[in-house]
């Protein structure tokens, strides 16, 4: 079991920058693969950006490719998310998940969320 809990969101302009925490409870934070998500009004819930157990390889979603960066500290069981040349349409309630797959990008592949955060890109 682990908990997620999101923070770090807020109202920025576009062009600006926020980072997004993602705490995780429990001992085992290192065996799980984490990924960031995000829903936006009216819309379904899509896949951002993840980072490997080990935190040797990341994949993102090409719409943030070259803005947004995934790192992990195992050692603070915590997971970033770096947005940078943020956009309007970035405008969304970001969540973290872990999952025990070595890759995923599916939201049915991850059984554990956090309770969302949301970011605000004004134009």
């Known amino acids: 079991q682990v908990q997620l809990v999101e923070s770090g969101g807020g109202l920025v302009q576009a062009g600006g920058s926020l980072r997004l925490s993602c705490a995780a409870s429990g001992r085992t934070f290192s065996t799980y693969s984490m990924g960031w998500f995000r829903q936006a009004p009216g819309k379904e819930r899509e896949f951002v950006s993840a980072?490997?157990?080990?935190?040797?390889?990341?994949y993102s979603t090409n719409s943030v490719k070259g803005r947004f960066t995934i790192s992990r500290d195992n050692a603070k069981n915590t997971v970033y998310l770096q947005m940078n040349s943020l956009k309007p349409e970035d405008t969304a309630v970001y969540y973290c998940?872990?999952?025990?797959?070595?890759?995923?990008?599916?939201?049915?592949?991850?059984?554990?969320w956090g309770q969302g955060t949301q970011v605000t890109v004004s134009s």
């Open positions: 998940a872990a999952t025990s797959l070595e890759r995923a990008t599916m939201t049915y592949e991850y059984g554990y």
């Open positions: 980072i490997r157990r080990s935190g040797g390889s990341t």
